[in-house]
């Protein structure tokens, strides 16, 4: 089973910045894209940053220019660099990684649990 953990979340003032990251562990055969959906009470889930193997970085409008998605393949860890925050991205953040357990396993999407998000004065 494969398994994804996130950390980094907290409270910060407008205009602050945080890192996020994101772990994958198990049995893992390959990590084919990992990224990151946010959600906020009321609002609907949002897609804020992914980036596919071998592939440039996609993102929200929303989080161009601000937010930054890293990969590290040698630790199954995937960062997000958010910088220039405001109240609006104030959400639980879920990061996801879409995974092979064995080369014969079908493809699937692991999520994990959430780390809170705060941008506030």
């Known amino acids: 089973q494969v398994q994804v953990e996130e950390s980094g979340g907290g409270s910060v003032q407008p205009g602050g910045s945080l890192r996020l990251s994101c772990t994958a562990s198990g049995t893992i055969f390959s990590i084919n894209a990992m990224g990151w959906h946010r959600q906020a009470p009321g609002k609907q889930r949002e897609l804020v940053a992914f980036?596919?193997?071998?592939?440039?970085?996609n993102y929200a409008d929303s989080a161009k220019g601000r937010f930054t998605i890293v990969r590290d393949n040698a630790k199954n860890t995937v960062y997000l660099q958010m910088n220039s925050l405001k109240p609006g991205d104030t959400a639980v953040y879920l990061c996801?990684?879409?995974?092979?357990?064995?080369?014969?396993?079908?493809?699937?999407?692991?999520w994990g649990q959430g780390t809170q998000v705060t941008v506030s004065s």
């Open positions: 996801y990684g879409v995974v092979k357990s064995s080369r014969s396993s079908p493809t699937q999407t692991v």
């Open positions: 980036v596919a193997a071998g592939a440039t970085a």
